[in-house]
């Protein structure tokens, strides 16, 4: 396997904006070019994460519409689909084609425009990648099933409604500096315990957005960082797990655990030849308070069941020994489906070259973990970046 | 770069069904497995092609759910789109998978259903692989864009009307003995000239379907080929070319020669290490008549504006020196989008396995190609196969 190397990164504002699906897509697309030196160059691929363009933004066939507008024809162009994991779905592709040697140079792009339609109109969308028999029919909503997982967790654990309320407090503290977030300001325990009920116990503030945005990678081999002479900012893909688990929550073995994330971490620790306690700083998908606690455990930062107890002594802090979502997490920087996975993996970058935002820099970190969810806990990308 | 070998294949009837996305796709895939004898191993990952499931049948994160219906979680899944060249993306990507080392053993499935929408459903969502601006708003089809084509080829090279119907003459002729195949009967020149004229100068005849249907392929490491003793009906991938062009027609250098064609059979050719003259048989992409004449050109196995001079010496033929779309093309083996490229590839490798339909068997070939067009004429693969 060739080594492949993240040479660029860049991301748009995340929120509800004013800007077309290609307008947001290809400004992230070019800042990653200019970040990594390449705007003069010819990609050999362009590989595009976005989970339903066709319904959001009512356009089709956006890999070669993106390579147009680009300018990157005639290099191939491939649109990759795995629900909301679909960004760290499409950096797998493009790290694939690096380390088979079939690409050089290719730019990886995650973008979802989800504000545009009518209200109503994401929910509809988002459902389709639930089981229809198993789920939907009956009214489940992801976000209900989230909430059902969190009762489970509650009653299993002991945790309690305040204490988990104190992973959403971190997200918005660390999304108030960073400048791109979806939210920048924080919220209280106070705050949450007074909010409205989305789906019992979880409040408004247990539930990630509804955003716009884009964010961008550009993947090298070896020769051409060589070539390009960045080595020095250049950060290698150590890692890549892809694990899949059944499509409803209820054929699932477990609530509290999801299969997938403990699967396709154990891929990606096994490529990189590294364990849980290994990594440095993580990007996990908390498109709800509670998946983040789970997903801890699950990749094997924090005991079954205890991963409160490293939130509450402030371990998954900015300034702590595993920092979690440093930039504000789905929950603050926002969660444009496409395009989460890719800057997750932006933002652990951003943290392995030291160019984090002011106040959001973890201190020296060599490892970096991002984990992406597809459907509802069913589609996991586990990656790992290093220096 | 690892080799890459194909080690199982199938397809199902393809034409109007009454099956359901997944009962298609599952059929497909399971008759794969136990054609390369993988039915109880685990595969390391499925990558599904399929063009727009989300519209077609309303059903989101087909790779999940196919995984999850197949049995094969929890390896990881992933769905590629690149518009009705879906399916060699997702060939693409499961070679690049295993030409990495990420992936041993991988099932890459290629699936559509269009039939089951109301009429006039599926060409608007086909519309949206098409430029809006440049294109749509303006009524153009594909159809029209394919006529305007056919019509400036006629003009710079003196194509008539009645030589054009060799084309669908052969394809049908050869789809009459593919017991597969969407229509399974012969057509006449005489009876192409009086047919109803969709976009003129082309007919009926020179339009491929609208059709359900899946195939399905096993790819495999060499370490796993030699561990399941399979090297006899091995197929290597030779090599794998992928380009695209502007994506509106107007914006484009030629409108009887398509870029991303010449491209992409170029990037092929150099990976396998040879040249249109080694190729023994060939899948290309017939979604209209003329579109197969403007292949040959583009790829190089006929001089340009004289394609038609090989038809009608019969040299492409089954029993000729070039033979192309033996099994009937997009024309009579009919056309559901994300399961066409795959579909080409199963139809390769069973002439370089010698297992052809009866009286479809080309004598002795060793190497074959298959060009699968995505968008209208923007998103090209050109797949090498050999022994």
């Known amino acids: 396997m060739e080594p492949v190397f993240v040479i660029g990164v860049s991301m748009t504002r995340f929120g509800v904006l004013g800007e077309s699906f290609a307008e947001l897509a290809l400004s992230a697309a070019v800042e990653a070019m200019r970040d990594s030196h390449t705007l003069e160059m010819s990609v050999d691929r362009v590989v595009v994460g976005s989970q339903s363009p066709e319904e959001f933004v009512n356009t089709g066939h956006v890999s070669t519409m993106l390579a147009d507008l680009l300018g990157t024809v005639p290099a191939g162009a491939t649109r990759v689909e795995t629900g909301p994991s679909s960004g760290a779905s499409a950096f797998e592709l493009g790290s694939a084609l690096v380390a088979s040697g079939m690409a050089g140079l290719v730019l990886v792009i995650g973008v979802e425009k989800m504000t545009a ?146 699967r396709a971490a154990e891929n990606a620790f096994h490529m990189a030849g590294l364990r849980p306690s290994d990594v440095d700083v993580c990007e996990l998908h908390d498109a709800f308070s509670i998946l983040e606690l789970i997903a801890m455990e699950d990749i094997g930062i924090a005991q079954r069941g205890h991963a409160i107890d490293l939130v509450k002594e402030g371990l998954t802090e900015v300034s702590g020994d595993i920092p979690v979502n440093t930039t504000g997490g789905l929950k603050a920087r926002g969660h444009p489906t496409g395009a989460t996975g890719v800057a997750q993996l932006r933002d652990l970058v951003l943290q392995l070259r030291g160019d984090a935002p002011k106040g959001l820099q973890v201190d020296s970190p060599s490892v970096g973990l991002a984990h992406n969810i597809g459907g509802f806990g069913n589609n996991m990308v586990v990656t790992l970046l290093g220096l």
């Open 117 to 262: 339609v009518e209200r109503g109109t994401a929910s509809r969308v988002l459902a389709k990648m639930m089981s229809y028999e198993s789920e939907t029919r009956y009214g489940a909503t992801p976000t209900a099933l989230a909430a059902m997982i969190a009762r489970r967790y509650m009653h299993d654990y002991g945790l309690t409604r305040d204490e988990l309320s104190l992973v959403p407090v971190k997200a918005h503290a660390n999304g108030a500096k960073n400048p791109l977030a979806h939210f920048q300001k924080g919220v209280s325990v106070e705050k949450i315990r007074r909010a409205r009920v989305i789906a019992d116990p979880l409040t408004l503030y247990d539930c990630c957005p509804t955003s716009d945005g884009a964010a961008a990678l550009v993947l090298a081999s070896s020769s051409v960082v060589r070539d390009l002479g960045l080595r020095d900012q250049a950060v290698r893909v150590l890692g890549v797990g892809h694990a899949t688990d059944y499509l409803a929550v209820q054929h699932r073995l477990s609530l509290t655990s999801m299969g997938a994330t403990v």
